[in-house]
């Protein structure tokens, strides 16, 4: 086999992966839809209304943060410490805009709303933000854990006709994940030396 012929043959591996991958991709969200249908009926999280913190200090409770929407997005962020949540931020902001066509959209993290505040404006992020300090909302999602550490992920949830709150469904982020693309178009670029990641 020529040098030529080998990058083409392990591109081409690599594509039939990539499509099967994408029709497990497929079936994963075609059973998810299908489970949030059963569990909208009949097991959906029962959520009570928490109060947390904007960025100017006020209390906001978790019905406000609806709006005028029957579905709410709540990104779980690890804060400003967590440059992997920067990373996940920066992408959501410039997709607000088609998110909340759909369902209302914030991002809620542990840090005081001060520093919060800060730190999107220095970002330059477009979606609210709600600081969780003082509440027991991010550890009752699952998000926070009895060692101490905070996890990364979203939360959906629905308010229904008679004012009460459910969480409809919930996902963890993790590096590579389809949360955020930069990490898929980081692969396309050739694996450097590991003295040239410093």
């Known amino acids: 086999m020529s040098k030529n012929k080998e990058p083409k043959s392990k591109l081409s591996e690599a594509e039939k992966t990539e499509k ?3 029709k497990i991709t497929e079936e994963i969200a075609d059973l998810r839809k ?7 009926k009949s097991a959906a999280m029962d ?9 100017d200090g006020s209390d906001i409770k978790l019905s406000e943060m609806f709006g005028d929407k029957k579905y709410l997005y709540i990104i779980h962020n690890m804060g400003k410490s967590c440059s992997y949540c920067t990373l996940w931020a920066d992408g959501f902001s410039g997709v607000t805009y088609f998110m909340e066509k759909k369902a209302a959209f914030a991002v809620v993290s542990p840090d005081a709303p001060e520093v ?5 404006e220095s970002r330059g992020w477009k979606f609210r933000m709600y600081s ?5 909302f991010t550890k009752d999602m699952g998000y926070y854990t009895d060692a101490g ?18 969480r409809i469904s919930k996902d963890f982020f993790g590096p590579g994940d389809f ?12 694996k450097e030396e ?5």
């Not at 919060?116 to 999107?120: D, L």
Request: glycine content about 6%; cysteine-free.
């Open 47 to 55: 959520v009570k209304d928490y109060t947390l913190k904007s960025n």
């Open 34 to 40: 299908k489970y949030i249908k059963q569990i909208s």
């Open 20 to 22: 099967k991958l994408r």
């Open 194 to 198: 590991e003295s040239g990641n410093k």
């Open 149 to 166: 550490a905070y996890w990364p992920g979203v939360s959906v949830f629905q308010k229904i006709a008679d004012g009460s709150i459910k």
């Open 116 to 120: 919060q505040k800060e730190f999107s």
């Open 179 to 190: 949360y955020s693309s930069p990490w898929h178009l980081f692969d396309l670029l050739p």
């Open 132 to 136: 969780s300090v003082g509440s027991e």
